[in-house]
Structures are given as C-alpha cells and as structure tokens.
C-alpha cells in the first residue's frame, strides 16, 4: 500500500501548511473569469512560462480535473511556501505510488530571474502553475470544502496536489 491522502495531509502541516486536506477532485471549480483577471489585474501575467497565457485554459485544467479522484488542498501563508509545498508533496506522493500526482502551487514562478519566454523552461520537474492560472476559482473551491478565504491580498495562500 502506498502513502495516503491523510499521510500526505499530516506531513503537508509539519512543512508549515496552516490547513491541509483531502478533498474530492470534483469539488475543485474552474471558472473563465479568474483567466481575465489574470490578464487584465496581474502584474505577473505573461512574464513566465507557468503564468496565463503558457499556463492551461480553464477548460484544459477541467478536462484534466476529471481523471483525478482527489486532492490534498492546502493553505499556508506565504505563496513561495505554497510553491514549496506543492513541490515536495508531490514528490512523496510519487515515491509512494501515485504516478499522476501533481502538485499545483501559488502565484507566479520565481525560479529564474528573468523567466526566458524563448526558451522550454529550465527546472519543468520544479516550476509549476498556481491554481489560478489555471483558471481555478480558489475562493469557490475553499468554500466548497468549509473553509473560507479573505477576499483581498491579505491572507492564506492555496495549493493542491492532484491524486488519482
Ligand atoms: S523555472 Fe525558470 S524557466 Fe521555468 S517557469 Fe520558472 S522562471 Fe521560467
């Protein structure tokens, strides 16, 4: 038997998640708009290879979303450790069977300073798309498992890791 979804909750809030939990894939909401207010709201939008418009469209991310069955969502409060959570969750969750495990962080990458758009991107097994490029409604998909999140740029930051 492979890691649990529980295992890798627990271990989520001994790296310094704030709330971690296993949730149903098909509680995760995709929505057209958070793209727009990617495009037209973020300072971020197009200056690196995980952000839109290189990220996935929202009805690539839905398309996807239907070959998992669950996820760990986590909360932490800064997004690069969001980023780093999402990293090292998804590699145990490899490590302990589950092949398709994939770790979606927060905010733009800041691996590289500056991203080279011309170029495939040079850490592909580290950088990887927040849940918002993505076209992830975050605040719908935190209501929908009882938590709640501030609307403004004050508060916890989100992260998923996908699991089948
Ligand atoms: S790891 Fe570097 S090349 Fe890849 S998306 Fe991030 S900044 Fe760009």
Redesign the pocket.
């Known amino acids: 038997m492979g890691v649990q979804p529980s295992e890798l909750a627990a271990v989520a809030g001994e790296l310094g998640a704030s709330v971690a939990r296993v949730i149903p894939a098909d509680s995760v909401q995709v929505a057209e708009w958070v793209r727009w207010k990617c495009r037209w709201g973020c300072p971020h939008y197009g200056s ?3 952000c839109p418009p290189y990220a996935p469209a929202p009805g690539e991310t839905a398309r996807l979303l239907r070959e998992y069955r669950e996820a760990l969502l986590f909360l932490a409060d800064q997004s690069w450790r969001v980023r780093y959570l999402a990293g090292e969750l998804e590699r145990l969750a490899l490590a302990g069977g589950h092949p398709a495990a994939f770790g979606m962080g927060a905010g733009p ?4 300073s500056p ?2 758009l011309a170029a495939p ?4 097994h ?2 990887r798309p927040s849940l918002e490029a993505c076209g992830i409604d975050v605040f719908s998909t935190v209501a929908a498992n009882g938590l709640e999140l501030p609307c403004g740029p004050e508060g916890p930051r989100v992260g998923l890791v996908l699991l089948r």
């Open positions: 690196n290879l995980v990458c800041g691996l590289c991203c080279d991107c040079r850490h592909p580290t950088a």
